[in-house]
């Protein structure tokens, strides 16, 4: 199971030693130490992956003119003009800011950042967009009394993270729009819940009995299998299960509520004998029941990175498993050592000391012995552990390079390379770079691909439908992978003229080094005036 999984790279970030991460056998004088390495590795992608994507702080997406002769043609003969490509390139530019606006006003910085997490983390991430939000700006604005303070609401699409605890999918298709339906599970308050009362479908008689009846007795037996916020809540206000479906269901079904609802939903779409639909139950009653169009379930997915015939992303803690066992262990056992090593240890017969005595040993200690014995090394003797630390460091820093390869991430390019496992030469060191860079690289197309295109496309969809400001048929394309292809490329080229350059001293004499030079410590991220 996943969730098995998801636990155990949980568990590797948080440092929890669990089950799967204790010494078998282990005594309780042994070190149970965590080296997080699980932590430093996912945090440093995030950190990497998230400044890539991120540059300038908006979400990495173009829009380009989608080039219809014939649409152009039908607005010809209907009256209309057709744009020009100044017209275009305005219409483009100005609706590229109105998504760019809704990305401000919703956070998607921070809720891209969250799905990049649980990527590195769990393997997979899940957005939930477009969602409809309420957004409310507060300010102080010049009145007849001087300022006056304000608050302006309006409605924004949105999108929101989703935590992969919460989700419940088809796995037999890889693509969450043509599976049987997907899941999202969460838990609400009886308050939550009321305020559903009026919005379009959903059910006020059901929504009252789930209030007046079941909602105070619910009690979620699983506790691991909530997300792991929720696992510890004593006095839980939200005891509501709230089970969100979107996908296909049998047209029985259908036949069947529709005699019991007290409103008959409008189907777009059907599919065989199932008909596509979003259905919403709160403690296993339905609340809400109504038609979804095909290919409309709104949520979308990434994976860090991709399993060959599997449904499922493998993350960088799926990838660090034995690295962080071997390391733990290692280091354990280094701790162990020196406990032992580095503590008098002794042996010796009771019989030769007088009884009645403590053995613990103190400085000064006082031994009373026999009668009938001479020397006190007769009744005592000390001896040494070897001190083995050495070879465990070796092992220790083996297990770090197997860390560093299997997770992709280098500590070059954490900005940390430890003495012992440095490259031995610069064009190592680029070799290194170069290869996490197309790891990485991968990474960010499939969040383009996954994520931001996908999200981008439903915003700019909204957009078009209520009819505000310029409009145009146009493709939405993610960039953030051009963005960061550009960058290696780029960084690579001046490298290697910068090489060429102080190799030769005529060319040495004619180019200017110094600018080379801080070009290649800014796409480093590193201060050239440090």
């Known amino acids: 199971l996943r969730e098995v999984e998801w636990q155990r790279s949980l568990d590797a970030m948080q440092g929890e030693n669990s089950t799967y991460w204790q010494e078998i056998d282990a005594e309780a004088w042994e070190s149970t130490v965590f080296i997080r390495t699980t932590r430093m ?38 009256g209309y003009s057709v744009p020009g490509p100044d017209e275009v390139t305005m219409i483009i530019s100005e609706m590229t800011k109105t998504i760019q606006g809704q990305f401000a006003d919703a956070n998607a910085d921070r809720e891209l950042m969250k799905v990049v997490l649980s990527m590195a983390l769990y393997g997979d991430g899940y957005l939930k967009a477009p969602v409809v939000e309420q957004s409310t700006k507060k300010g102080f604005r010049l009145g007849s009394m001087g300022y006056e303070q304000y608050n ?8 929101n993270y989703v935590s992969v605890w919460d989700i419940y999918r088809d796995f037999e298709n890889t693509d969450l729009q043509e599976g049987i339906g997907i899941i999202e599970r969460s838990l ?66 259908l036949d069947e509520y529709r005699d019991k609802a007290e409103y008959a939903p409008v189907f777009d779409g059907r599919s065989g004998h199932e008909i596509e639909v979003q259905c919403c139950l709160a403690n296993d009653e339905i609340v809400r029941f109504v038609g979804n169009p095909e290919g409309r379930r709104p949520y979308c997915n990434a994976a860090w990175e991709i399993e060959l ?31 032992l090593a580095g503590n008098a240890m002794f042996g010796g017969r009771s019989s030769f000391l007088a009884g009645g005595q403590n053995r613990k040993m103190s400085p000064g200690k006082w031994f009373e012995l026999a009668e009938d014995v001479d020397d006190v090394k007769k009744a005592i003797q ?33 900005g940390d390379v430890a003495e012992k496992k440095k490259p031995d030469t610069l064009g190592e060191m680029n070799i290194l770079v170069s290869q996490a860079g197309k790891y990485l690289g991968q990474v960010i197309r499939n969040i383009d691909e996954g994520i931001i295109e996908p999200w981008a496309e439903w915003l700019y969809e909204w957009n078009m439908m209520q009819g505000t400001g310029p409009r145009g048929n146009m493709r939405v394309t993610a960039t953030g992978f051009s963005s960061f292809q550009n960058r290696i490329i780029r960084g690579e080229n001046i490298q290697k003229l910068l090489t060429l350059v102080l190799s ?25 005036e440090q």
Not at 68 to 73: C, V
Not at 208 to 219: H, M
Not at 316 to 332: E, F, G, M, P, W
Not at 504 to 528: H, N, Q, T
């Open 188 to 253: 609400i308050s009886s308050y939550e819940l009321r305020k559903k009362i009026g919005a379009p479908y959903f059910n006020e008689g059901a929504i009252e009995q789930v209030i007046s009846g079941a909602a105070g007795q619910f009690v979620f037996t699983d506790q691991q299998a909530l997300p792991p916020n929720l696992r510890n809540v004593v006095n839980r206000k939200r005891n509501i299960m709230y089970l969100e479906f979107w996908g296909r269901v049998p047209m029985e079904f």
């Open 41 to 78: 590795k996912v945090m440093s992608a995030l950190a990497i992956v998230s400044d890539v994507i991120l540059q300038g702080g908006q979400i990495p997406f173009a829009l380009i003119a989608a080039e219809d002769n014939e649409e152009q043609q039908q607005m010809a003969e209907m």
């Open 382 to 414: 000390q001896f040494v552990v070897q001190d083995v630390g050495e070879g465990l460091l070796s092992l220790i820093g083996l297990s770090e390079r197997y860390a560093d390869e299997e997770s992709g991430l280098p500590k070059v390019m954490q």
């Open 309 to 339: 015939d599997e449904v499922h992303g493998i993350g960088i803690a799926d990838n660090l498993r034995s690295a962080q066992k071997t390391i733990n262990s290692a280091v354990r056992q280094f701790i162990n050592n020196k406990k």
């Open 504 to 528: 030769s001293p005529v060319l040495y004499a004619e180019a200017k080094a110094r600018p080379m030079l801080e070009e290649i410590f800014k796409g480093m991220d590193v201060d050239p």
């Open 152 to 159: 302006e609401s309006k409605p924004i699409p949105s999108g």
